[in-house]
C-alpha cells in the first residue's frame, strides 16, 4: 500500500466519521427538542455531542492548553 493510498483511506475514515458524528448530533438534538427533559440536562447533552464531533474533527479543545512557540 502507498503513503498516497494510505492518506487518501484515512482522510475518507476521518470523513465519514465526521458526518456519522454530525449525523448523530442533528438525530440527538431533534430527539431533546421533543423530550421533557430539563434544560439543564438538554445543555448536558448538546454539550457533549458537540466534545465528540471536535474530538473527530480535530483542533483544540474547551479547556485544553495550547503551546506555540
Avoid: C, N, W
Avoid at 494510505?6 to 430527539?31: C, F, G, P, W
Avoid at 431533546?32 to 457533549?48: E, F, P, V
Amino acid at each position: 500500500m502507498t503513503e498516497q493510498t494510505e492518506s487518501a483511506t484515512y482522510r475518507q475514515a476521518h470523513e465519514t466519521a465526521s458526518k456519522a458524528v454530525l449525523d448523530l448530533i442533528t438525530d440527538s438534538v431533534k430527539e431533546i427538542r421533543k423530550s421533557d427533559r430539563t434544560l439543564g440536562a438538554q445543555a448536558d447533552r448538546t454539550r457533549d455531542l458537540a466534545f465528540a464531533y471536535r474530538l473527530i474533527i480535530g483542533g483544540p479543545q474547551p479547556g485544553s492548553i495550547e503551546v506555540s512557540k
